[in-house]
Each structure stands twice: as structure tokens, then as C-alpha cells.
């Protein structure tokens, strides 16, 4: 899903990168005033990174992979915190590893980081207390994954440089796959063991019976 550069023209791509500054600034606030939870954040931080490692060729798209988002929010109790998290890593990846484009780093923040954060994050407040923990979060994730997805496709097309059907076809799909093969199921799993096993290194918001 890491957007290249020169798959958005410059114009295109400053204003995802106005959006995302005021998200980022907005998630720096949160991790000043609320957070604290330091071993569990470079945790999740190291096993992001390691996960958007491998990248998966998507025709008429990017490319297809975990994002992990959403399970940093759930943990660590806001969607400021998936922000937070994937804003790092992205910067890390496009500067020091060339994975995403330095000139498109806004759009990559802005769906990886902010809108699958967001849409996973609120879907799994809005379902844990009816369908429990496990199944809410393993929703929250996928469909975060798949609206990101989504809107990356949507952001190519405008650019021109991938046709919007194909790419909404392709992209969605693969990341469909993706979030329930993976995404999801690895977010639920993290979550439910963390939950059982150390409640404790959660913030009080983030704990919820299992």
C-alpha cells in the first residue's frame, strides 16, 4: 500500500500532506498528554515495522500488506495512537529504507496511518460489547485495511495513474484476502492474549473483559 513517488503529482500530493500534518500534530498532543505506555509502544513499533516488511505486487494498485494500525489503537486505547505509531515507521521506511516515496509520505500517513486507524478503531468500540473482544477487534482490523485500501486506489486514480474501477477491484480484493487471512486475525490474537494474560500494561481505557 506504500504509495511510490511519482505515482501522485506534487500538487496532489501536498494537500494529503496538509491533512496529515494536522493529524500528525494532533497525535503528537495525544502522546504527550496520555502517553506512557513506552515498552508496549516500541513493542508494537518493532513488530509493525517488521510486518509491512513484506510487500505483496498488486496489479493496477501499490502494494498489498499487514499495516497494524488498528491494534495499536485498540492496546493502547485511541486512534491518535495508530497515528502516532505508523507516522514513525512510515518516515523510517521512506527515508532510510525507500519503501514509499518521501514526496507522497503525507498520502501514505494519511491512509495507513489516519484513516485505517480511525474507520478499524471506531468499528471495534462500536462492536466489542456486542459481539465480544475477539471478533470485534478481528473486524475493526480488516475493515480498516480494506478502507485504506480503498482510498489509496481512489487517490491513484484522481492522479491518473491507475484506472478507478480496476484499481478498486484489485486493491480491494487482495486486501479483503490480506485482512482476513492476517490482519484481522492477528489483531484479535494479539489483542485477546494481551488482554487475558497482561491487562495490566494497558492503559485503563484500552481494558475490557475478555
Known amino acids: 500500500m506504500h504509495i511510490p513517488d511519482g505515482f501522485i503529482p506534487l500538487s496532489q500530493a501536498v494537500i494529503y500532506t496538509i491533512i496529515a500534518i494536522a493529524f500528525i ?6 502522546a504527550r498528554e ?5 515498552p508496549l509502544f516500541a513493542t508494537l513499533a518493532a513488530g509493525i515495522f517488521a510486518i509491512q516488511a513484506l510487500n505483496i505486487p498488486i496489479p493496477w494498485g501499490t502494494s ?6 488498528v491494534l495499536a489503537a485498540i492496546l493502547l486505547g485511541s486512534p491518535w495512537a495508530g497515528v502516532f ?3 514513525l515507521v512510515l518516515v523510517v521506511q521512506a527515508l532510510f529504507f525507500a519503501d514509499g516515496g ?8 494519511l491512509n495507513m496511518g489516519v484513516i485505517s486507524s480511525f474507520v478499524g478503531y471506531y468499528i471495534y468500540v462500536a462492536l466489542r460489547g456486542r459481539i465480544g473482544v475477539a471478533s470485534a477487534s478481528f473486524i475493526g482490523a480488516w475493515l480498516g485495511l ?11 486514480a484522481i492522479a491518473g495513474t491507475f484506472p478507478l474501477r480496476e484499481g478498486l477491484l484489485f486493491m480491494g480484493l ?19 492474549t494481551v ?12 481494558r475490557v473483559v475478555v
Open 174 to 192: 487482495y486486501h479483503v484476502v490480506i485482512g482476513l487471512v492476517a490482519e484481522g486475525t492477528l489483531t484479535a490474537l494479539v489483542v485477546t
Open 85 to 87: 505509531l505508523l507516522t
Open 25 to 30: 500534530a494532533r497525535s503528537i498532543k495525544w
Open 64 to 69: 498489498g500488506h499487514l499495516m497494524g494500525g
Open 195 to 206: 488482554l487475558k494474560v497482561s491487562p495490566d500494561m494497558l492503559p485503563a481505557k484500552a
Open 146 to 156: 480494506v478502507t485504506a485500501a480503498l482510498a489509496t486506489a481512489v487517490e491513484l
Open 34 to 38: 496520555e502517553f506512557h505506555e513506552v
Open 102 to 109: 518521501i514526496t507522497v509520505l503525507g498520502a501514505n500517513i
